[in-house]
């Protein structure tokens, strides 16, 4: 037998009042989460399936109503986003800056380098595509080197070039 739901008799007379004026239909869905179970005695399950919704959606929607009640409404609770990581945003950073400052002098950063630099912070083998991650997330992206050297001779260049000049 499934649980039975405290509702205040506040909080039905609210639910009463939002099911009578409520012009959304997930405002009157969340009323109808705690109305119904206070004038039938039916499990979640059964309120879902006369709200066209899901048992877990039923107790969010009640919840949510709750919360609105009470003063709390939509202040918390974000869906999405990196629930997960190696390390925080912050510490990828701070990890990543030792390798810009190569980067910034000049140098070639090779993803393998940096992959064994985060295996050994971490202690653990990662795939190559972690890191790509990373990379991205902080904004890095592929470096293609320069057409010429930077202190190449532009005139030594020309004077190279074969032209009828030069004899050829």
Known sequence: MSKKVKLSERMVQLALET???????????????VVIPSI????????????GRSRPTVVRLRKKFREMCAGEEEQRRNWGGRRYGYMTVEDEHKFLSQFLDKAEQGG???VGEI??????????????TTIYRMLDRHNWRTIIPRPRHPNSDVEAREGFKKTPENGE
Request: glycine fraction near 4%; charge should be positive.
């Open 40 to 51: 039938f005695d039916v499990p979640d399950r059964t309120i879902g399936e006369i709200i």
């Open 108 to 110: 070639i950063l090779v």
């Open 115 to 128: 992959k064994q630099a985060f295996e050994a912070l971490v202690g653990r083998k990662v795939a190559k």
């Open 19 to 33: 099911a009578n004026k409520a012009k959304a239909p997930e405002l009157l869905r969340m009323a109808q989460t």
